[in-house]
């Protein structure tokens, strides 16, 4: 497996929810933070249908509170200052591509690519068995295209190694395997997770069958490196 360096900026991160970007690429983030790069967030789903019973936190306040842990995750990575952008398409139902609402999405994530010209864009992996992530790849993919941008892709994969099949994982030569050292930075990668306190069942407590990070995954996904897929061939 390839070692990378912390990359150089401008950056742009696309997360599928709040908690994605600290996840699986928080230690990404704060490296390109400390080297002063420019970096923008774009979270694509509002994150509102975590707890879809409960009576307190319907959907609209738990968005609210969602996009206001993000800020605080981002601020804990250093990212406080930095660009962040909020799609707010509803979650676990994204709109089809075509669709108006999609387009509206595209047309506000092609404008974040003109004006940053990223370096690199981090995307979530393509495959992941989570389809909004797919979809958040997809609609990345999308604006990149029509924004004519050429940067560097690296994909994070948050679900692929509990839930995926066969298929989902990396086929043939399509992407390469990379890690970035991120052991500097861990401390401030966990700290950062644990302002997702809705996600970690310690805010909303009216929904028991809601969705919890659990252990095995916060500790898969919190190790001293992080691991990312990196195209061989271009898009
Ligand atoms: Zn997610």
Wanted: net charge negative.
């Amino acid at each position: 497996m390839t070692g990378i360096d912390p990359p150089a900026g401008p950056i742009l991160v696309i997360a599928p929810h709040p908690d994605d970007e600290t996840l699986g690429c928080g230690g990404l983030i704060c490296l390109a933070m400390r080297g002063g790069q420019r970096l923008h967030t774009v979270f694509v789903t509002d994150g509102g249908a975590s707890h879809r019973n409960s009576f307190l936190w319907d959907r609209t306040k738990l968005a609210a509170c969602r996009e206001a842990e993000a800020a605080e995750a981002l601020r804990r990575l250093g990212a406080g200052k930095s660009g962040r952008s909020f799609l707010r398409l509803p979650d676990a139902d994204m709109p089809a591509r075509g669709s108006a609402h999609y387009g509206r999405a595209k047309s506000a994530v092609v404008a974040i690519l003109r004006d940053l010209q990223p370096r690199l864009v981090v995307l979530p992996w393509r495959r992941d068995p989570h389809r909004d992530h797919r979809d958040a790849w997809s609609l990345g993919m999308d604006c990149l295209l029509a924004a004519g941008t050429s940067a560097d892709i690296l994909e994070y994969a948050i679900w692929l190694d509990e839930l995926g099949s066969r298929a989902d994982h990396p086929q043939g030569l399509e992407v390469e395997r990379v890690s970035l050292d991120i052991s500097e930075v861990q401390h401030a990668k966990k700290d950062a997770l644990k302002a997702h306190r809705s996600q970690l069942g310690e805010l909303i407590t009216d929904d028991p069958a809601a969705f919890v990070l659990s252990k095995h995954t916060i500790d898969r996904l919190t190790g001293p490196e992080e691991i990312y897929w990196r195209p061989c061939a271009s898009v």
